[in-house]
């Protein structure tokens, strides 16, 4: 570890990196939380690397930062300490804020007011409308893209007995997800967490130091909503805020749907439904479909700056697929499991946290969906520059062989490497994307980019504008990654971006 | 990769000739389906939707000593990615429009990358109109005449195939083949590599050469 200290704070470390691309590789002390590694932090607050400047903010208040619609201020952060020009900012930047005026960002205001105070007129046992019958119907046009389609799974088990699959408690964990807290708190892999999860004052900083190496899949569901400030800590107010989110969900769903369709936004999201996760057979139920098509269209409308964009769907599907499983028994096989046997109450509440987290992370990244993407330009361009000074010698190549940087990371940054990387692997990635909310998917992403292209520098080098393209986009390379390939990635972004920052700061002052 | 090589005939009349084509339509028209279709004779139901753009290489014979290898970009449909694909069409010599023949919308979106592929890409572009799903005959939303009818009237070729059968599939790219300008190619390459020579540059390395 201490090779790690000379390369963060010793004079020469940068220096030297640049001549000894592949030495970080060999760090496998990373392989663990970063955060953990008291000497790389500056003071016992602030911890180097963008992702976790907002952590000072994170302790003082947090219910309140929680709420706060992050979305513009991580905008500004991201442009202001961004060392080198972004691109097309302004423009992007108008946009943003026309968006976010006229989204979803008024409704986190509202509950702000709201969290302390539930309102006594809340209907209790009987908390949202049935949509069950929101079903839409295929247009005629709709129809005629489905021959393209896969076999539609309509199969619909009889209702007999939902104890098979369901947990024996999952009417109370989808009131309140906390309950998920009472089968794990005695296993001691999960204390450091589940003890982040109780702590009083709650601290969301110490939660995201514990999170950030990953979070024990039955945690998962509940501490994603956490991390991501959808779910409130505070007993007292939690689920009444939780049923008004969901409340809010299916009221929304049904305005929306006795309005007119916006046709052209349907039909892009109906012809990518069925194509969603193709090799997962949880997406080939007509219960996930039809919700994600909901959640999609929703979002899509409620952001009319940007729409439907091809990708977001993908980035739904980690949120539906962890939230599902909170509910579901230990036996099952998420990945496979008929969606189509599910009591209609419990889809609402998955597809309404589906809808609430995705808008969440949505709001961080929504210059990558808008006219003309600037925000993917800008990633690509910050990729491109790291690479030229943290592999030199692999820019360079790609230079000669013709290779622009955006051939082959447009898809990395659109999609969140979400088409590279197995489902499984994403899911963990995301444990260290949404600790690190709300700069995650918008700024450590880049890091991680640059380090995912790093793993393969040496055979890149070898091989010509055709070669290279054809491997780059192809997916099997990763085929045999596990968990620790992905957190290795992860870590090495992570020394990355300190990097960085501390080299930038230092030739600031 | 199905190739000829020129070299693993005889020395002496082996053409080889490369050229960029970019694929071009509405999301969901089975453009990459297509290409799949051609270079690796396969098709799925359920392909993922192409983000960006996807490189594919394959290679045909036209004639007894000709080889013409394609170089693909095959290009995301969607409307959002509109200002990229001017990107892989740029230098593209050959460029295929597909629809889908029992999708109304999406001839008008061919006509309106036609019209885009006339005024920006490159003069001797050679394009191709060509209707996808021809295996669901019974579904056609767009007759035959009427796409034919355009694609005469703008001196285009035309071509319907299904991707999921393979029917007129080759044949489609094999007729593009045979409208690109070889022998300018030939030349340019011949060119090329006399120029190289003289230079004393290191050989591109991403160039098939001719073994004539």
Redesign the interface.
């Given at each position: 570890m201490s090779q790690v200290n000379d390369f963060i704070f010793g004079t020469e470390g940068y220096q030297s990196l640049q001549h000894r691309p592949s030495l970080l590789r060999t760090l496998t002390g990373l392989r663990k939380s970063p955060m953990d590694n008291s000497h790389l932090t500056v003071d016992s607050q602030k911890v180097i690397g963008a992702s976790y400047s907002h952590l000072d903010l994170g302790a003082s208040d947090t219910q309140k930062r929680n709420s706060s619609p992050d979305s513009r201020s991580v905008h500004s952060n991201g442009s202001t300490k961004s060392p080198r020009p972004s691109l097309n900012l302004s423009k992007a930047k108008k946009l943003y804020d026309l968006s976010t005026k006229i989204d979803d960002d008024a409704d986190w205001n509202d509950d702000i007011d709201d969290l302390a105070t539930p309102s006594p007129q809340d209907p209790k046992p009987q908390f949202y409308p049935d949509i069950s019958d929101l079903k839409l119907q295929e247009s005629p046009m709709d129809r005629s893209t489905a021959s393209m389609e896969p076999p539609l799974e309509t199969q619909q088990l009889s209702e007999a007995q939902p104890a098979q699959f369901l947990r024996s408690d999952y009417e109370r964990i989808m009131k309140d997800p906390f309950v998920i807290l009472e089968r794990t708190s005695n296993q001691s892999k999960y204390s450091k967490i589940v003890k982040a999860l109780k702590n009083q004052p709650f601290d969301m900083a110490e939660l995201r130091k514990q999170t950030w190496s990953g979070v024990p899949a039955a945690l998962r569901p509940l501490v994603w909503q956490v991390l991501l400030g959808y779910l409130p800590v505070n007993s007292a107010t939690r689920e009444s805020v939780l049923r008004r989110k969901r409340k809010e969900y299916t009221n929304s769903m049904t305005q929306l749907f006795r309005a007119e369709k916006d046709q052209a936004v349907w039909h892009q999201i109906s012809i990518d439904i069925p194509r969603t996760n193709p090799t997962i057979k949880l997406y080939s139920f007509e219960s996930t479909q039809r919700s994600l098509e909901k959640v999609l269209y929703l979002w899509a409308v409620r952001h009319p700056a940007s729409g439907y964009v091809q990708g977001i769907n993908d980035l739904a599907t980690p949120f539906y697929q962890i939230f599902l499983s909170a509910y579901l028994c230990d036996h099952v096989d998420m990945e496979a499991f008929n969606t189509n046997q599910l009591p209609q109450e419990l889809i609402n509440c998955i597809e309404a946290d589906t809808y609430w987290c995705l808008t969440k992370v949505l709001d961080t990244i929504q210059d990558n969906y808008i006219h003309e993407q600037p925000g993917i330009i800008r990633q690509v361009s910050e990729l491109r520059d790291l690479v030229k000074r943290d592999e030199p010698y692999l820019a360079e190549h790609f230079e000669h062989e013709g290779i622009d940087f955006i051939q082959f990371s447009f898809r990395w940054m659109n999609c969140m490497l979400m088409r590279e990387l197995r489902m499984e692997l994403i899911v963990r990635m995301w444990d260290t994307y949404l600790s690190s909310y709300p700069t995650g998917f918008n700024q450590f992403h880049v890091y991680v980019c640059c380090a995912f292209l790093r793993r393969f520098s040496e055979q890149l080098l070898e091989m010509d504008f055709q070669d290279i393209i054809m491997f780059l986009q192809d997916t099997s390379k990763t085929s045999d990654w596990t968990e620790a390939d992905v957190e290795m990635m992860l870590s090495e972004a992570f020394v990355w971006q300190s990097l960085y920052e501390n080299a930038t700061a230092h030739f600031r002052t | 990769m199905s190739s000829n090589t020129a070299t693993e005939h005889g020395q002496s009349a082996m053409r080889f000739a490369q050229f960029k084509l970019v694929l071009l339509g509405e999301?969901?028209v089975?453009k990459s389906?297509i290409v799949h279709r051609f270079v690796k004779d396969s098709f799925?139901?359920?392909?993922?939707?192409t983000?960006?753009?996807?490189?594919?290489?394959q290679t045909i014979q036209i004639d007894a000593n000709t080889t013409v290898k394609f170089?693909i970009w095959d290009t995301?449909g969607?409307?959002?990615?509109r200002?990229?694909a001017s990107?892989y069409y740029r230098n593209a010599q050959a460029a295929l429009v597909v629809f889908?023949i029992?999708?109304?919308?999406s001839l008008d979106k061919a006509k309106y990358w036609i019209k885009e592929l006339q005024k920006q890409a490159s003069s001797g572009i050679v394009i191709a109109l060509v209707g996808n799903?021809l295996d669901?005959e019974e579904?056609r939303?767009i007759s035959k005449d009427e796409a034919q009818a355009f694609a005469n009237e703008l001196g285009l070729m035309y071509a319907e195939v299904s991707a999921k059968t393979g029917e007129k599939v080759k044949d489609c790219f094999k007729d593009i083949a045979l409208k690109l300008p070889l022998e300018e190619k030939l030349s340019q390459q011949g060119q090329r590599r006399r120029r190289t020579v003289d230079l004393n540059q290191r050989p591109s390395?991403?160039e098939q050469q001719c073994a004539c």
């Open positions: - | 999301s969901a089975g389906s799925t139901d359920s392909r993922e939707s983000i960006g753009a996807a490189f594919l290489t170089e995301a969607q409307e959002r990615y200002s990229l990107m889908d029992t999708q109304e919308s799903k669901l579904e939303k390395t991403n």
